[in-house]
């Protein structure tokens, strides 16, 4: 993933903007797994991952909306 994110051309404030708050919603549902919260969907309203997802499957899921994979 960090190769992924070096890659991202340095003047593509779009492409970092979404990056950024992807992560910070992945982030956010790993805290509210952790501490039993439920998610309702994902920020464009398509269903949350599964919270039983590995972290290779959120980090390819997450490689496929960005178009890296």
Same mark, same amino acid.
């Given at each position: 993933?960090?190769? !992924?994110?070096?890659? $991202? !051309?340095?003047?593509?404030?779009?492409?970092?903007?979404?990056?950024?708050?992807?992560?910070?919603?992945?982030?956010?549902?790993?805290?509210?797994?952790?501490? @039993?919260?439920?998610?309702?969907?994902?920020?464009?309203?398509?269903?949350?991952?599964?919270?039983?997802?590995?972290?290779?499957?959120?980090?390819?899921? $997450?490689?496929?909306?960005? @178009?890296?994979?």
């Amino acid at each position: 993933m960090e190769a !992924a994110l070096t890659a $991202l !051309a340095a003047d593509d404030d779009a492409a970092h903007a979404k990056v950024t708050a992807r992560l910070e919603a992945l982030s956010r549902r790993a805290r509210d797994a952790r501490s @039993g919260v439920v998610a309702d969907g994902g920020p464009d309203g398509a269903p949350a991952p599964a919270a039983d997802a590995s972290d290779d499957e959120l980090f390819e899921a $997450l490689n496929k909306e960005l @178009g890296l994979s």
